[in-house]
Each structure stands twice: as structure tokens, then as C-alpha cells.
């Protein structure tokens, strides 16, 4: 007859021996600790404000006087001054056209710093040099070259003769909004680029060269292998550039301010003027909010896209 012996247990560690810290050996109360400093960092950075702002928005508030809750009201008047919907357009026109650049520019100069050649570290390198400049300074020095009455670049195609008077960089609306987009456009494609280049980087070779083999020449390897792989490295990049253009306020408020005759007067602009300029807190909140369902919208379509496509 076979002797059957219990099986040897492991003793419990006696209460004495336990250290308070004995918790942190299981998983979930240590990364609830190592979240939590960033988790109250977006607390207080993001939510608090975010909150605040949808308060104001409902409520009467000047810079010093009381708070008195109305609603929507504030909405309602928003909507029905000209300069509001004057304002959505001029910050859709904004967003697209530096959007689309900065997405082809940036497509394409990654495309191009995805090959070999000598001082490709070197060009790399000055590519990121309009994304790492201080906006302050780098917005400062255009503004200096574009001044109406002193503009270097004026000065200089007249001294070569290809103009005769004075291109409005800044003082005719059209020129105004062009040259907004023209600098988002050129502080914004390093970001796309170095992003565009580190996908690139992950797509496999043994496929393109497969492609290569069977036929398919340079574009169709990229539109049919190379895209499909990097679209949720694009989705997750344009989103965030089109929410940080939408809010642009740095370069618009340094270079015009929203001149001239309100043609480059966006979101930031408008809030900041309604709720520092003239003390409105209610109507500069609402102005701010005013964008927050598209963008709702768009996180939730781009987030739905990068998980239908990964």
C-alpha cells in the first residue's frame, strides 16, 4: 500500500514579521502609486482650469466683481455678433491650410531624410531647428523682417528688382492670414517630419523589397504598403496638430494681434481679448468652449481610427 504524505505547505509570515511596506509586492496598489504625481499634475493642470472655464462660461463674471450664474446666455450672445462666425472662419482657413502643408511638407522631407546620403545627421538636425526655437523670439525676429515700413525681405526684392512697392505682409488681411499659415507651417513640419521619419523607419524592408520584385514601382509602394502601416503614427499627429493650431495664440498675438480689420482674428485672440482685454471672464470662457464638441468629435473619430487600423 502506497503511504500518502500531505503535501508540504508554505507557513504564513507571521503578523510580526511584516513590513508596513509588505503592500507594494502586489502589482496594483504600486502602479496606482507610481501614476498618482501624474495623475494629480493633470488634476490640477487640465481638469481644475477645464472646470473653472465651464463655470465662467455659464456665468456673468467681470475681472473683480461678482459671479452671478445665467446659463447659456452668454452662448447666445456670442452667437450673435458677426465678429464670432467672422472668427470661425478665419480659424478654420487657419487650421486647413496649415494643416494640409504641414502635412505634405513634412510627409515629404521624411520621405527624403528616410535615405542615405552624406550629412544626413547634419540636415536632421537643422530640420529641427524652427520646431526648438523659442516662439517668442523666432515670431519676434519674422515680425522684424516683416514690418511694413522696415521689412527686410522688402528691401531685399527691391534691391534685386523684383518688386516695386512694398509687399502688405502684415497690413492687407489676405497677406495677413497667409503669412500666419505660412509660419505655423514652418514651425510645424519639423514636428511632422521627425514623427513621419520614426514611422517610416518601423516598416519592414523584406516587404518592400518584396513589392520591388513583383513589380510595383516607387509610389505604389508607398501608397499600397508604406501608408497603410504609418496611418496611426498620421492620425494620432494630425490630431494633436490640429487641436494645437486651433488654439494657436503665441505667433497670431505677437505678429498681429488679429488685424488687420479682425482678418487674422482666431479662438485665442478673441478669448483673450474678450476676457483680459475688456474683463468679460463669461464671454471669453464661452469663446474657448465654443470649440470643445469638434474637437470631442475628432478625438473620438481619430481614436476609433488608430484602433480600426492597428
Known sequence: MVKLTPARTTPAMPRAQRTPWQWLNREGPLGYLLISPSLLFLLFMLAYPFV???VLSLSEKRLGGPMTFVGFENFVKLFATNRFWLTVQNSLVYTAGALILKFGGGLALAQLLNREFIGKRIATALVLLPWIIPTAFSTLAWWWMLDPANSIINIMLKRW??????????VDGTWAMSTLIFLNV?????FFSITFLAALQTVPEELLEAAKID???????F????????????IIVVLISTISTLGDFEVPYLLTKGGPRDATMIFGLLSYEYALGIGALGIGSAVSLTMLPFLAILVVFALLEVRRNN
Do not use: S, Y
Not at 161 to 170: A, E, H, Q, V, Y
Not at 186 to 190: K, M
Not at 215 to 221: K, L, S, T
Open 215 to 221: 513589380g510595383a514601382n516607387a509610389w505604389q509602394r
Open 223 to 234: 501608397w499600397r504598403i508604406t501608408f497603410p502601416l504609418i496611418i496611426p503614427v498620421v
Open 186 to 190: 514652418w514651425r510645424g513640419v519639423p
Open 52 to 54: 473653472i472655464a465651464i
Open 161 to 170: 528688382g523684383l518688386i516695386t512697392n512694398n509687399l502688405p505682409f502684415l
